[in-house]
């Protein structure tokens, strides 16, 4: 780079000296000393205020989640010098205590877990098979058929709920049915709707990143395989699959959040019952019968947090690479 | 819970997968053990007819019915009555409002914040925990969100300690304690405070990526031109990143528009705060208006329609420019 030509003739500036103690490339340097008189102490105050304020409301609800329920009803968190205690009854309360009338979230903790991961898997598979014939079986009329496909994400949500219910009360609630006959522990209530509403609304979108990518594959790559007698199979699954595992990563990471963290869905095809019902739902549930229960909501809103919050924090940059592009879903 | 429901639980994923696995298994068996006549249609059709199927069956046809549905009564005789409820009666305009209030409000504050953020803290110290800090609501439930500020709206009566942090400020300047989400019109904005919290880690990271991507020449030519910060953000920033904050509007405008999660956790729509989202699941699943709920569906369909078309019309021509 140019760049490091000229900085080890010039003598850098202190704030430059200070980013390379600290380890920062050498190439970063320049920019570094623009910014150095861009960046004047308001905006950095500003910043932090900024910070602090998008901060504190997460915050506050984490600290009072481990106090006493006592001392939530009648102090505010920012006293807790004043008024000390802390606890993880609350979250033992809403995971373990077997009593009725509470939330018992170990068994909606399991139920997200057991939505999200297949609705995860199934589209993907789907769409990365409709992605590859789309970018790679030549013939007539396929694209007019992907634009139709990718036309289809300007369809929101709401528009398919209703018919999506009736048919699946008319189709596949009897093989539900028959499914809870023929093995009796899977109750009649099962995943199967949620997992299926979540697949068919995830296609459009999936497929058309997907394809976005598995086009960019270069043909001399496909076209050798060919020539070598692979079929079309053996190609998806020795060639395009692995080279599309970035992307699959990233679109995997949006979904499953999506998943996650949806309401709207679950709220419909879940039958809202502890056998399916997700976290999400429940947490709706409990604000709406419990809304003054804070030891509990506290407590049961972090659970629901703590997966979202894991994946983030540790894969920050396919998370961010996946919402980035699937930002419009819904 | 008891640990026979767990296994039924478990044994559903495994078997959701196996059934799944078998299905997909065979399918691409039958790819490439097709008969030679006709081969490409039966291969082309093994990829694609999964999902193709699933979507003519969720997506397509539902919303032809759905489209149906908004202009059918309860007796399922043709009419416009959903289309009049929706533009007479004071509280189905009232959501209207709202909708267009929020759509108005969230991407503009959203932006402008996420923007001057993304330049405050654009190569300073610890770039990646300040914005860590704001993405971070991105992560989360709208769910847990709503119960976040909830808690910080929070209303205690009398003189009893306020625990919610915004009456406990209203309370230490000396003023009284406020209901602040049965208090119409404020608790329509106090909502929207929540969403916007939420999209400007979506705006500033956008932001922040396109401002890097401004080269460096630009912005010393115009240092040496001797113009100050402000002017140099108007007339080389701004114009350099242009095409992102349209993006970035308009993804927070379709955000927005199928707003639902919010507000069913905070208020459930009551109090004047519905919108169209929210009200279309009330109508069609709560109060069996079906002809009202797909009358809505279908509105927040026409709202959404031209945004997502230039959405995607901007976003083409950004490909085409790199």
Same mark, same amino acid.
């Given at each position: ?111 997200? !877990?057991?939505?999200? $991961? ?8 789907? &769409? @990365?098979? *409709?992605?590859?014939? =789309?970018? %790679? ?97 053996? !190609?998806?699954?020795? $060639? ?8 699959? &990563? @990233?679109? *995997?990471?949006?979904? =499953?959040? %999506? ?72 | ?322």
């Amino acid at each position: 780079m140019s760049t490091t030509g000229t900085s080890s003739v010039l003598p850098p500036d202190r704030g430059t000296e200070e980013e390379l103690e600290r380890g920062l490339e050498r190439e970063e340097s320049k920019p570094a000393r623009v910014k150095k008189r861009l960046t004047s102490r308001t905006a950095t105050i500003a910043a932090l205020i900024i910070a602090v304020l998008w901060t504190i409301p997460t915050f506050g609800l984490f600290l009072s989640s481990f106090r006493p329920a006592e001392l939530i009803r009648t102090t505010g968190w920012w006293t807790i010098f004043q008024n000390p205690g802390f606890t993880l009854e609350n979250y033992q309360d809403v995971l373990l205590s077997p009593s009725v009338s509470s939330p018992q979230l170990g068994a909606y903790f399991v139920n997200s !877990i057991a939505i999200a $991961i297949p609705a995860t898997i199934f589209p993907l598979v789907f &769409a @990365s098979m *409709a992605a590859y014939a =789309f970018a %790679w079986i030549k013939f007539r009329g396929v694209h007019v058929l992907f634009i139709l496909v990718f036309a289809l994400q300007i369809v929101p949500l709401q528009m398919a709920l209703v018919p999506l219910l009736q048919f699946f009360s008319t189709y596949l609630r009897p093989m539900q049915a028959w499914l809870h006959d023929v093995v009796p522990i899977i109750p009649e209530q099962n995943y199967l709707p949620v997992w299926i509403a979540h697949t068919i609304f995830a296609l459009p979108l999936a497929i058309f990143l997907l394809h976005n990518f598995i086009a960019e594959i270069p043909s001399d790559v496909i076209e050798a395989a060919r020539v070598d007698g692979a079929s079309h199979g053996q !190609i998806f699954f020795r $060639i395009v699959l692995p080279l599309a595992m970035p992307a699959i &990563a @990233s679109f *995997a990471i949006f979904q =499953f959040l %999506w998943v996650w963290n949806d309401l709207l869905v679950a709220l419909i095809f879940s039958g809202g019952t502890q056998d399916v019902a997700p976290l999400t739902q429940r947490l709706a549930e409990l604000t709406g019968s419990r809304g003054q229960d804070w030891q509990r909501l506290t407590a049961a809103a972090f659970v629901s947090l703590v997966v979202p919050l894991i994946v983030f924090f540790s894969l920050q940059r396919y998370f961010v690479r996946g919402l980035l592009a699937g930002s419009t879903k819904g | 819970m008891t640990t026979e429901d767990l296994l039924g639980k478990i044994l559903q994923v495994v078997m959701g997968l196996v059934v799944f696995a078998a299905i997909v298994g065979l399918l691409i068996f039958f790819i490439d053990k097709a008969p030679k006549k006709g081969r490409d249609y039966w291969q082309l059709a093994g990829f694609l007819l999964p999902a193709l199927i699933l979507v003519a069956i969720g997506l397509v046809w539902p919303a032809i019915r759905t489209t149906f549905l908004a202009f059918q009564d309860n007796s399922g005789a043709w009419s416009m009555d959903n289309f009049v409820w929706m533009f007479t009666q004071p509280a189905a305009i009232r959501t209207l409002i709202n909708t267009v209030v929020w759509v108005l409000l969230v991407p503009t504050f959203a932006t402008v914040v996420g923007l001057a953020y993304a330049i405050f803290i654009d190569k300073s110290r610890g770039e990646r925990y300040f914005k860590a800090l704001v993405f971070m609501p991105m992560a989360i439930s709208f769910v847990g969100a709503g119960i976040i500020w909830r808690f910080v709206y929070e209303y205690r009566s009398g003189d009893r300690e306020q625990i919610g942090i915004l009456n406990a400020i209203v309370v230490a300047f000396g003023g009284e304690p406020v209901q602040w989400l049965q208090t119409d019109p404020i608790n329509t904005i106090l909502l929207i405070v929540v969403m916007i919290w939420i999209q400007t880690g979506f705006a500033m990271v956008v932001l922040s990526a396109a401002i890097k991507g401004i080269p460096t020449e630009q912005i010393e030519a115009a240092q040496l031109d001797g113009t100050n910060a402000w002017q140099r953000f108007r007339n080389v920033t701004v114009p350099g990143i242009r095409g992102s904050i349209v993006v970035v509007l308009t993804t927070i405008s379709i955000a927005t528009l199928k707003v639902f999660d919010i507000v069913r956790t905070m208020t459930a729509g009551n109090f004047n705060t519905s919108v169209v989202a929210n009200e279309m699941y009330t109508q069609a699943f709560r109060a069996s208006e079906v002809g009202r709920g797909s009358a809505l569906a279908l509105i927040l369909f026409v709202m959404v329609l031209p945004i997502i078309v230039y959405n995607i019309r901007i976003l083409r021509q950004q490909r085409e420019i790199r």
